[in-house]
């Protein structure tokens, strides 16, 4: 039987994440919280911004960034800012 959760992103228990996605209290906070397909849709948000603004994971900058856009994403229900320059397609 596979582990829900109530997923706030997605608005209703679904299918929870099989491992932590990174350590720390905000990598336990997405475990017992995102479903796997609110994380999906986060890691390809993640990958435009990524993209689009050339962050470096070696960046401190780059991931504290990403880290707050994460939990608006996921967490927060706002709307995450996107490079002037994407083009959704």
Known sequence: MSRMV?????GESLEGLDFLPFPGELGQKVYDNISKEAWKQW????????????????????????????????FSGEEIDMPEEFKAI
Do not use: G, H, V
């Open 43 to 74: 890691l390809a948000q993640q990958t435009i911004l990524i993209n689009e603004y050339r962050l470096s994971s070696l960046d401190p900058k780059a991931r504290s960034f990403l880290q707050e856009e994460m939990q608006k994403f996921l």
């Open 6 to 10: 109530n997923c706030p992103k997605m």
